[in-house]
């Protein structure tokens, strides 16, 4: 696992699966909607997610897990 660097209230980390593609986990923790840089492709979400193909608005309470690119 490795811890990525994001927005205060924001926790984030790679992990690398074996024979599988590395996917993120990002979690907004905090009170507001948080926009991040879109990372990969969304495998799954705790909430509705808006973006664009370059970023997201990411939901207060909300995880989303992302398939990263190799």
Sequence with gaps: MTWVPSPAGVLAFDRPAPGAPTFRCTVNMGPDP???????????????????????????????WWSLPH
């Design 34 to 64: 948080v926009e991040l840089p879109r990372p990969g492709d969304i495998l799954l979400a705790s909430g509705p997610v808006e973006g664009n193909a370059g970023t997201v608005v990411l939901p207060p309470d909300t995880t989303v």
